[in-house]
DNA sequence: AGATAAACGAGACGGTACGTCACGTCTTAGG
DNA sequence: CCTAAGACGTGACGTACCGTCTCGTTTATCT
């Protein structure tokens, strides 16, 4: 007669609001000290959360910064139909992420975080492959199909013209997107690959 | 006119050894650890230099890192005189040292270093704007004048194309420069900017 | 009358080993090098402490030697009930501890360090007033009530002919003290002293 | 034909002013600082002299300390001719020097000083050796040959009731000198030694 | 008068120590 | 079982001093 356990885990889940309190510390160390003088300590104080807590979730301080920036990106959506407003779309969340508040700060020690961290590194690029690349990928192909633009070109190598600009802005002039920058490179790339 | 009696300081000079040491110690330990690890306590001890001369001749940590990847740059040689060549000439140095050794560490620590810190960053902008930007747009303004490559183009942006890559490369990807990079991005760039 | 919670702290408390191992580096440093050599670093690296420890629990380098001094003086005995015997009682543990082993340069150090730093001074007068000179008045007041001793003395004036020549031979003249001093002292003054 | 060498020395001779600036800023810093935190780094910053003349002309820093208090000392006068008064004047240079301005902290630096270091020891014991000992030793030996006092008295041990206090209050208890130090010690003695 | 040599100020150098902060691990108590 | 609190050994931070050294200047003696 053997008892079917349904081996349910015993005592308390995460706490949410842990978990919480911990990336928002994060994001404002982030904003006040940059990437090389972020701290465990710091954050567990401001967070009022102990480091075992930290330590038990997070295999890195640099993934906690990825993790940061990430969740606070806004949805994506979808305004419009033709090919522009669709690649548009795709850039979107990163370029209001980037404008908002100190989210310019938060991305520039995200990406730090990844160049630094090997793990920290994969997070991030796992993340912009499946939520960015990859969808762009999959319209500029679509839209070559339909001829919108001409079928002889590298994908790869258009996506990095589309997403390039961003990081090095960030990172090395710690200057800001422009207006309607998503647009502005969409449009700039059709052209650029006119039939 | 007499010339001011040029009042020399009292006292020993720098000492040479000290700076050569302490800036390949700052290579090794860049190569071996990274920026974020990097630190000021290693370096003294690698370079069997006290703290003390670190900090009376560098203002921060990240100037070190700047001037540690500058002073490896072998010297702009001059191959040829069509407009590729001389494009490419520019750029050639930095290849260069990107590919020897662990070149590829050094200067990713330096351009984290510049990205983390504010004097470090002027350090780098300047010396990449003196050393890179400013001999490519005179290149680039002359052989347009000559009407080689057309006359509307934003020299910035040019410029951009040219040196992007580089830093996206070193940073953010990790991967190596291709062969031949700088003759294939002025190629590229001149093809273009064909009239 | 309900008692209140009593509200015990979190987390761990503090070691005992470490508080031992750090006292017993204080007596090695200060025997081997002095008050003045005396280092928080060398006392950390003997004891396998950190210097955090050290700063979390003593004030000041001057009552850790105040502290390493006191803590290795024997208890007090009680050999005999006439007069003499009494008050060398109260005298022999701090004869005892000067003369075993190097406990006069131990010695020497927590007074350099009581003649230096104002809270170790307190800390050492305090403990002088409660162990030595406090007893020393009851039983000086004592034996002057039974007539043993005529009654119109002074009673500190007493007190700092018995121990001040403790502190200067260890001080000042590094001498070690004679044999059976604190009897010696004892019937000197009881001598002086007959009615 | 023997030549007398005579062997002068080339060159400028010690500087005065130097050597003097250099004790002033000795006492200074032991009145603000104390024996422990005294540097030969702000010594020489403060006297504006060369780290180098202190280190050519004294064998330590606890032999300043001492020199230091020593050349401060009023001269001895002779005020009477009677046993009070012709001890009192071997001790008034002492007291008089204690009680000026900070010379109690001076005199505490340099018996600090002479306590810790062997050097300084030796020169802080012969300077009193010479100055007040010996002579306070010729005075009681002749006023005892006159049957002033008695002759059967342990002559150190005179000496050091004498000038015991003077040590103990000023190193331990920090406490001044009561008025009329000298003459009370003095008369006190005699009375004692009365034959 | 010119050369010689000592003493000086300034201060760079390799070190050690300061007192603070952070690391990652651990122990305790409470929910 | 998860959490907050926090002590622990390790080690880096940036500063101050140690004692030695190297400069360039000044000054007194010797030739």
Redo the contacts with the bound molecule.
Sequence with gaps: MTKAPAKR???????ED?RAAILEATRKELVENGWRK?????ISRHA??????I???WP??GTMCVEAALTQLPPRSTHGRDPVERIADLLQPLESAMKAGSGHAVFRGALMAACDDKEAGDAWRNWIKDNIRAPLRLVLAEIATKKIIRRDFDLDEAVDTLTGPIWSRVLIFRAPLPDNFSSHQASKLLKSLAP
Aim: charged residues 35%; glycine residues 4%; proline residues 4%.
């Design positions: 885990r015993q005592g308390p889940r995460r706490s842990s972020l701290s465990v300590d710091k009022k959360a102990s480091k075992q807590t330590y038990r979730w890195a301080i």
